[in-house]
C-alpha cells in the first residue's frame, strides 16, 4: 500500500486487482493509481479504471474524482549550466502527466517554469506559481536553488516536492517540504564501500567546487564515507563551479599519487575534470557524486569517462517491470532513453498523484498531509516511501561508466 490508512478500503473495493498484483506488488488503491500510470498497458490499469466507476470522491484514493484540473507547478533548470538535468526532468514529468491525464478521474494542469540555473528566476517563478494557487510545486532542479526558494513556499504553506535534490538541509526547511531524490548521505556510503573493495582503496584525493550547495553537501557526505572506511584523503582541494580548467588541480592531486580521485561537483564541472584528468595521465578511477549522473558525462567527455564509479538512484538496468515500462514509454515519446533525472521526475509525478488521490483532493495542506504518508509506492525507482523527514527511501545503485554506459558496478 502506499498511503497508510488510506488504501485499504478503497483498493481492496476498487481494483479488480486479480490480474493488476504483478506490476503493483500487491499495492491497493492509491500505489495502485501510481503504478498504473507507469505500466500503460495491461495490468496496472485496472485502479485506474476505478475512477470510472467511481460513487463520487468519497476521500478513496482510486475511485477519487475532481472537478477542475490540479495545477502543479514545476520549476526546471531547462538553460544554463544545469540544463542538462532539466531536460531530462521535463521529459519525465510530462510524460507522467500525460498518461495521468488519459485515466481519468484526476487531471494535471502542468506549469513548467525554466529557472534558468539562476536563483533569482527560481524564487520569482516559485513566487507566482504561489500567487497563481498552485497545489504544489515540483522542483527546484538544484539544491542550491531549492536552499533559497524551500523557505518561500514553506512560509506560503506550499507543499514542494524535490526531485533532484541531494543535499543535506533542504526537507528540514520545513513540513511542506518533500523529496523523491536520495540524498548525498544515502547515496554515498554505497558508492565508497563499492569502490573500496573493488578498488582496494587506502587513499585519495579530494576535490569539490566550494560555491554550490548541492556540491558542498555532496563533499560533507564523501569526506564522512571516507573516513568512516578508513580511507585516507591525501589532499582536498577546492574550486568554483565555473571553473573550466582544472589541470593546475589535477597535477596536483596527481603528485599524491592517488588510489582514486573523488570529485563533488555539477556535470559543467564533471566533464572537464574527468576528460583533463585522463589528458595528464590519471588512469585511477574517478569516483563522482550525483553531479555526474548525467549521460552528458559520456557525450561530452567520451571515453574519458570510462572507469567514472557514481552512485544513483536508478539504472536503466532494473528488472522492476514499472522501469521497464517507464524507458519503453519514455523511449517511444522522446526518441532517447531516460536518465535517472528523468526517471526522478516522472515518479515525482506518480508521488504527486498518490497524495492527490489519497486525499481526493487539489487542497494544498490535504495534499502536504498525504505526500507525508507515501509508503511503499511501486514506482519505476522501487517502492518508494517518504521518511518522517520528508527524505526519499528505496534502494540505491552503484555504477560504472563502462563503454559509454552507465553499467552496474560488480
Ligand atoms: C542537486 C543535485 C544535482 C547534481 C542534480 C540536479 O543533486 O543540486 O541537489
Known amino acids: 500500500m502506499a498511503i497508510a490508512g488510506c488504501s485499504s478500503s478503497g483498493g481492496a473495493a476498487s481494483s479488480p486487482s486479480g490480474t493488476s498484483g504483478s506490476a503493483a506488488s500487491g499495492s491497493a488503491s492509491a500505489s495502485g493509481s501510481g503504478s498504473a500510470s507507469a505500466s500503460a498497458s495491461g495490468s496496472g490499469s485496472a485502479s485506474a479504471s476505478a475512477s470510472g466507476s467511481g460513487s463520487a470522491a468519497s476521500g478513496s484514493a482510486a475511485s477519487c474524482t475532481l472537478p477542475d484540473p490540479v495545477k502543479v507547478g514545476v520549476v526546471f533548470t531547462l538553460t544554463g549550466g544545469g540544463a542538462q538535468y532539466g531536460a531530462t526532468q521535463k521529459n519525465g514529468v510530462q510524460l507522467a502527466a500525460d498518461q495521468l491525464n488519459a485515466k481519468g478521474g484526476v487531471k494535471y494542469d502542468l506549469n513548467i517554469q525554466d529557472s534558468q540555473t539562476d536563483n533569482k528566476q527560481a524564487i520569482s517563478i516559485f513566487e507566482s506559481m504561489i500567487d497563481a494557487g498552485d497545489s504544489v510545486i515540483i522542483g527546484p532542479t538544484l539544491s ?30 520545513g513540513d511542506y517540504i518533500f523529496r523523491d531524490s536520495l540524498t548525498e548521505s544515502a547515496v554515498i556510503p554505497q558508492t565508497i564501500k563499492a569502490a573500496k573493495a573493488k578498488y582496494n582503496l587506502k587513499k585519495v584525493v579530494v576535490m569539490y567546487a566550494n560555491d554550490d550547495a548541492f556540491s558542498e553537501g555532496g563533499y560533507d557526505a564523501f569526506k564522512q564515507a571516507l573516513s568512516d572506511q578508513g580511507i585516507t584523503t591525501a589532499k582536498t582541494l577546492t574550486f568554483s563551479k565555473n571553473d573550466t580548467d582544472f589541470r593546475s588541480l589535477l597535477t596536483e592531486a596527481k603528485g599524491e599519487n592517488p588510489d582514486a580521485l573523488v570529485v563533488s561537483s555539477l556535470i559543467d564541472a564533471a566533464v572537464p575534470i574527468v576528460t583533463q584528468a585522463r589528458q595528464l595521465g590519471m588512469k585511477m578511477p574517478i569516483i563522482g557524486g550525483n553531479g555526474f549522473n548525467s549521460p552528458a558525462l559520456m557525450k561530452d567527455a567520451g571515453s574519458a569517462a570510462n572507469g567514472v564509479v557514481v552512485g544513483a538512484a536508478w539504472n536503466s538496468a532494473s528488472d522492476n517491470p514499472l522501469s521497464q515500462q517507464f524507458i519503453k514509454d519514455y523511449t517511444a515519446k522522446y526518441g532517447s532513453a531516460p536518465d535517472q533525472f528523468a526517471t526522478q521526475a516522472y515518479t515525482g509525478m506518480l508521488v504527486v498523484d498518490n497524495a492527490v488521490r489519497s486525499a481526493c483532493s487539489a487542497d494544498r495542506d490535504a495534499i502536504k498531509d498525504a505526500l507525508g504518508k507515501t509508503k511503499d509506492l511501486p514506482t519505476p525507482l522501487g517502492n518508494l516511501t517518504l521518511d518522517s523527514n520528508r527524505d526519499a527511501v528505496h534502494d540505491a545503485v552503484v555504477q560504472i561508466v563502462q563503454d559509454g554506459k552507465f553499467a552496474v558496478l560488480k
Open 144 to 173: 542550491d536553488a531549492a536552499k533559497q526558494t524551500d523557505p518561500i513556499a514553506q512560509q506560503a504553506k506550499v507543499p514542494v516536492l524535490g526531485v533532484s535534490n541531494t543535499a543535506a538541509g533542504i526537507t528540514s526547511i
